[in-house]
């Protein structure tokens, strides 16, 4: 939970909108949309995780945009 949160907290500082869940593996799964250096302060963030989480790796693939309107947090 806190790493999603945590998550949701530095997107809406960036101004990044898209969604983050947890997947039945363990793993998180996240989409975001935002400004190239913001994306990319996030991924760095993502990389680090929230004091309460740790990191393993992360993996990123660029797509195109779908429009998220904010950055929530889903089941």
Same mark, same amino acid.
């Given at each position: 939970m806190y790493y999603r949160v945590f998550a949701q907290k530095k997107a809406k500082e960036l101004g990044i909108n898209g969604?983050?869940? &947890?997947?039945? /593996?363990g793993t998180v799964y996240c989409e975001a949309e $935002?400004?190239? *250096?913001? *994306?990319?302060?996030?991924? /760095?963030?993502?990389a680090e $995780?929230?004091?309460?989480?740790? #990191?393993?790796? #992360? &993996? #990123?693939e660029v797509s195109?945009?779908?429009g998220y309107e904010e950055f929530e947090i889903r089941k």
């Open positions: 969604y983050i869940k &947890n997947m039945t /593996d $935002g400004e190239e *250096l913001a *994306l990319e302060a996030f991924a /760095d963030w993502c $995780g929230s004091p309460y989480s740790r #990191v393993e790796s #992360v &993996n #990123v195109a945009e779908k």
